[in-house]
């Protein structure tokens, strides 16, 4: 099983970028303890950080070919991207939503998740547990389909 993870806009910035909203891991630290539980779960992960939509969407459809799921933080474009929201949706892949601060308890624009109604689930306030969480149930989602 291959699970594309898909980072977007300032996340790479993890670790520097307001420590107290986001933590202090930087992003190769979040995704090494990722790839470390995905090993475990015996899933193999590819991952992927860009600050422009189209690279996103372009790695989206690029999953088709040999992913099986997706676990994506789409960051600011979860509040705005019209785009993002129909790739996921058009490669009709499972695709799980995180988010590392709690999206329902900041400013008012970032409760609207243009995404999410298109995802299997969402995990949003655990920081980097909210990745751990996701892959965890996005998995699971996918062997139960395979029952
Ligand atoms: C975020 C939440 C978004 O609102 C924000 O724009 C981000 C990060 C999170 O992981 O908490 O860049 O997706």
């Known amino acids: 099983m291959k699970i594309l993870v898909i980072n977007g806009p300032n996340l790479n910035l993890l670790g520097t970028r307001e420590p107290e909203v986001y933590g202090t891991l930087t992003l190769d630290a979040v995704m090494c303890e990722l790839k470390k539980y995905a090993e475990k779960l015996g899933v193999e992960i590819e ?8 690279e996103i969407v372009n790695a989206i459809q690029r999953a088709r070919v040999d992913c099986d799921g ?15 929201r129909d790739a996921i949706s ?7 939503e995180v988010h590392l601060s709690n999206i329902q308890d900041r400013e008012e624009f970032r409760k609207i998740s243009l995404t999410a109604p298109v995802c299997v689930g969402q995990i949003s ?10 892959l965890k149930g996005l998995v699971d989602r996918l062997n139960s389909r395979k029952l």
């Open 90 to 96: 058009a490669v009709k892949l499972p695709c799980v």
């Open 47 to 54: 991952h992927f950080q860009s600050n422009i939509e189209g």
């Open 125 to 134: 306030g655990f920081g980097a547990g909210s990745y751990i969480l996701g």
């Open 70 to 84: 997706i676990l994506i933080n789409p960051a600011a474009y979860t509040h705005t991207s019209v785009a993002i």
